[in-house]
């Protein structure tokens, strides 16, 4: 169980949270990304042990009851998860949509919107390669978050929710562009008349 916050307010530092959460029906990663002062830092991250339980069903409340206690606890204002990729086996993909839908639906019944990110574009946005080792992710995540190996997490699921977080914060964070729809000087005249001399 990650670091609880304490009752003093150590949440309230942070402008936004974003939590991570890497599905999986054996074990499932989440992250707490704080950003203060438009810099990210990593406030919690760990895994969700499933195998323990035999049936799917219960992993899958297992996963409900941790998360819901996750979003609880830290407050997140935005959930980013990893979107299964397509395998070739479809029991795996059909367990690991339903972990993931049941991950998405804790955070729904508290109103905490989500976004989905391919594995690639997550590690794209961390490493700058898409094909990057779960390895190379967790690495390059330690080394741009100043992570001291003490608060490193044993299982890459862990860090690949903190992968999925930062990415979040890596596309809400770039600047908007304005769509101009017209270029005519008829537009411009008629959205500007006391600019006409």
């Known amino acids: 169980m990650p670091d609880a916050p304490s009752s003093d307010g150590r949440l309230k530092q942070f402008d936004r949270i974003i939590m991570g959460i890497d599905p999986g ?3 499932m990663g989440y992250s707490l990304l704080g950003v203060a002062a438009k810099k990210p830092v990593m406030i919690a991250m760990g895994v969700i042990e499933l195998s323990r339980f035999e049936d799917h069903y219960m992993r899958l409340r297992r996963i409900y009851d ?10 997140p204002d935005e959930l980013a998860i990893e979107a299964p990729f397509f395998g070739k086996n479809v029991q795996s993909m059909l367990k690991l949509g339903r ?6 639906a804790a955070a729904l019944s508290r109103d905490v919107p989500i976004t989905e990110y391919e594995p690639r574009k997550i590690k794209m ?13 967790s690495a390059m995540l330690q080394r741009i ?11 890459l699921d862990a860090t690949d929710a903190l992968g999925a977080a930062l990415c979040h914060f ?3 964070s770039k ?8 270029h005519s000087w008829k537009d ?10």
């Open 25 to 27: 029906t054996n074990v």
């Open 175 to 182: 600047p908007v562009r304005h769509q101009v729809t017209s």
């Open 145 to 155: 978050l100043k992570i001291p190996d003490s608060r490193m997490a044993d299982k």
């Open 125 to 137: 946005a961390i490493t700058g390669n898409g094909a990057a080792s779960k390895e190379q992710v």
């Open 188 to 197: 411009f005249i008629n959205k500007n008349p006391d600019r006409i001399v």
């Open 66 to 75: 941790r998360v819901l206690g996750l979003v609880e606890s830290f407050l």
């Open 170 to 172: 890596y596309e809400t």
């Open 99 to 104: 972990a993931q839908g049941v991950a998405m």
